[in-house]
């Protein structure tokens, strides 16, 4: 899925790798995570399958680099991914964890939601940044209907990372509950 996360960025504007990369930290990131290395070994392989094509800018005192823009083929490719049914996976790694969280002791398991819940509430606070992010693009793309479906996956993210705050308070509660019992 990077591919077509890195073909529909290039979709509304060309980009060279870093820009590629800040784009993703600023308006992916809260769903969709992107090392360096993946997004520059992908940008290869879509160069290679012909779904974009770089050119090399000259720099005056840097090092050149290298613009992408997406290709017509490229433009199918995204149009016929976007088509496709969504295949939703049942795969939540913090539930199978959990699940088993039973074989440690209950310190150990209450530190574990603790550290849980400060990630998720970290992240929370986290989309104010990607509010800003998605009016500068929103701005930039001068589309306010491509824009909003940014805004789509901001309030997703939202309202998961609050989601699993309180999940945490609600599984916390339970622990400390159990604790006291087992002080009695």
């Not at 290298?66 to 149009?79: C, F, N």
């Not at 939703?88 to 959990?98: A, G, Q, V």
């Not at 693009?137 to 209907?145: F, I, K, N, S, V």
């Amino acid at each position: 899925m990077l591919k077509h996360g890195i073909l529909g960025l290039l979709n509304y504007a060309d980009m060279n790798g870093y820009e590629i990369l800040e784009t993703f930290r600023h308006s992916l990131n809260h769903f969709w995570n992107a090392q360096k290395s993946q997004v520059y070994r992908e940008l290869t392989a879509l160069e290679n399958a012909g779904y974009i094509q770089g050119t090399w800018i000259e720099q005056d005192g840097k090092p050149d680099k290298k613009l992408y823009s997406i290709t017509d083929d490229g433009r199918v490719e995204l149009l016929e991914w976007l088509s496709e049914d969504l295949k939703e996976s049942t795969r939540i790694p913090l539930l199978m964890k959990t699940f088993f969280l039973g074989e440690k002791s209950l310190d150990e398991n209450i530190a574990f939601f603790e550290k849980l819940k400060n990630s998720y509430q970290k992240r929370y606070k986290g989309f104010v940044e990607a509010d800003q992010s998605q009016d500068r693009y929103g701005d930039e793309l001068q589309d306010a209907y491509k824009s909003m479906f940014w805004g789509f996956t901001i309030s997703y993210g939202r309202r998961r990372s609050k989601m699993v705050v309180e999940w945490c308070d609600e599984c916390l509660s339970q622990l400390e509950e159990t604790k006291n019992a087992k002080r009695s």
